[in-house]
């Protein structure tokens, strides 16, 4: 069964604005969550992560935000800009030692 | 949901040794499977491209001899780390989209963690 799950395969959001992307987990034990991008022909790269101690986490124009109560996390991008244009996975960890993926979500922003 | 399994979930081998992963897709069929490699820095590292019956697609850089993938079925691929040495160790993680899936819609397996000794 699938513990870590991304509801909406794509999102269209127009430039300037920000883009949510959510992601809802099964397993308590999670201690960990990562946010990757993938482009097109490339391997995901990481974005940013949290840990199961805070609740939020900023870089830049990156925000991710953990409820643990609802297990879920989002991850905000503000101002939304074209370049962000890719796939957006979301991954969970207990203890580093093995990530559980979503299937993705595809951001495209509008210019 | 679609379900992906690695085994096994953690190795440890001894330098010189070969190593064999498995990624399976359970309940579905997986023309493509993409084979990853895990990165201190947490980024992870496309490796290559595995289709059902043809050769994998190798990225640059990435030792075809050394990783040999094999993808004789529409539910399994294997990565085979050949004489592994000490800065094989890693992790590596396995994703498989399906015929049925949309085109970006990725399912990753857990992962295995390869300790080289």
């Known amino acids: 069964d699938q513990q870590v799950k991304q509801n909406s395969p794509s999102l269209s959001v127009q430039e300037g604005r920000i883009s949510i992307l959510n992601c809802d987990y099964t397993?308590?034990?999670?201690?960990?969550f990562l946010w990757y991008k993938k482009y097109p022909a490339e391997g995901p790269t990481f974005l940013i992560s949290?840990?199961?101690?805070?609740d939020k986490n900023e870089d830049g124009r990156f925000t991710v935000f953990l409820n643990k109560s609802a297990k879920h996390l989002s991850l905000h991008i503000v101002p939304s800009q074209p370049g962000d244009s890719a796939v957006y996975f979301c991954?969970?960890?207990?203890?580093?030692?093995?990530?559980?993926f979503g299937t993705g979500t595809s951001l495209t922003v509008i210019p | 949901g679609a379900v992906v399994s690695q085994h096994p979930s953690w190795v440890i081998c001894k330098s010189g040794t070969s190593v064999k992963i498995e990624c399976r897709s359970l309940d579905f069929q997986a023309t493509t499977m993409f084979w990853y490699r895990q990165f201190p820095k947490q980024s992870l590292m496309l490796m290559a491209t595995?289709?059902?019956?043809?050769?994998?697609?190798?990225e640059q850089g990435v030792e075809k001899d050394k990783f040999l993938i094999n993808h004789a079925s529409l539910t399994l691929s294997t990565l085979t780390v050949t004489s592994a040495h000490p800065e094989d160790s890693s992790f590596y993680i396995c994703?498989?989209?399906?015929?049925?899936?949309?085109?970006?819609?990725?399912?990753f397996g857990p992962g295995t963690r390869l300790t080289v000794l």
């Open positions: 994703s498989a989209g399906g015929t049925s899936t949309s085109y970006n819609e990725q399912f």
């Open positions: 595995s289709n059902e019956g043809s050769k994998a697609t190798y």
């Open positions: 991954a969970a960890s207990i203890t580093g030692n093995q990530f559980y």
């Open positions: 397993n308590s034990m999670f201690d960990y």
């Open positions: 949290i840990s199961s101690i805070k």
